[in-house]
T-cell receptor, first 112, second 109 residues
Framework: DVKVTQSSRYLVKRTGEKVFLECVQD?????MFWYRQDPGLGLRLIYF???????EKGDIPEGYSVSREKKERFSLILESASTNQTSMYLC???????????FGQGTRLTVV | QKEVEQDPGPLSVPEGAIVSLNCTYS??????FMWYRQYSRKGPELLMY????GNKEDGRFTAQVDKSSKYISLFIRDSQPSDSATYLC?????????FGTGTSLTVIP
């Protein structure tokens, strides 16, 4: 069974903290994505990666960075967490030429 | 203008009703059209995908694409309480997915 695993389901962090969200896929997919999902705004792309050590900005990269040192792992970093980054964060992966994005269960992050 | 527009609802229907969910898009280059279903506190999962114009049926679900109008639809027949979820349309261009905002559906027993 294909799987995208996010390290935490729920996180509570304080304003100003550096936050790491980890995502691992076991499908040998080239492409990995980080989205945030907010009511009324849908899925918004933060960053994506087409290969190891490659990264591209999505629609809302401000306040975030990413790291992809290994093919199966894609990390999202909140450099200095702020309350407006409270959201559901979803990681996804897909194969090059594939027609399906596989999602993790999501991490609900609350910044207080 | 957003690449994909979707009515967010919410939509509430009685069990057994026919449900119609719709999206419009702006870029005629899109070739693959998908519907994802997302249950509460879960990640989205692919429900159906179609390539180019036409209809595709899978059980109680029918996906329809009209490229001339840039309009995609998902029909659910004989809706069940287990269909209660958020439905997101998605379009694929290259390796990039473009998602609608999602329509929240509740099927009342």
């Amino acid at each position: 069974d294909v799987k995208v695993t996010q390290s935490s389901r729920y996180l509570v962090k304080r304003t100003g903290e550096k936050v790491f969200l980890e995502c691992v896929q076991d499908m040998d997919h080239e492409n990995m994505f980080w989205y945030r999902q907010d009511p009324g705004l849908g899925l918004r792309l933060i960053y994506f990666s087409y290969d190891v050590k490659m990264k591209e900005k999505g629609d809302i990269p401000e306040g975030y960075s990413v790291s992809r040192e290994k093919k199966e792992r894609f990390s999202l970093i909140l450099e200095s967490a702020s309350t407006n980054q409270t959201s559901m964060y979803l990681c996804a992966s897909s194969s090059t030429g594939g027609t399906e994005a596989f999602f993790g269960q999501g991490t609900r992050l609350t910044v207080v | 203008q957003k690449e994909v527009e979707q009515d967010p609802g919410p939509l509430s229907v009685p069990e057994g009703a026919i449900v119609s969910l719709n999206c419009t898009y702006s870029n005629s280059a899109f070739q693959y059209f998908m519907w994802y279903r997302q249950y509460s506190r879960k990640g989205p999962e692919l429900l159906m995908y179609t390539y180019s114009s036409g209809n595709k049926e899978d059980g109680r679900f029918t996906a329809q694409v009209d490229k001339s109008s840039k309009y995609i639809s998902l029909f659910i027949r004989d809706s069940q309480p287990s269909d209660s979820a958020t439905y997101l349309c998605a379009l694929l261009s290259g390796n990039q997915f473009y998602f609608g905002t999602g329509t929240s559906l509740t099927v009342i027993p």
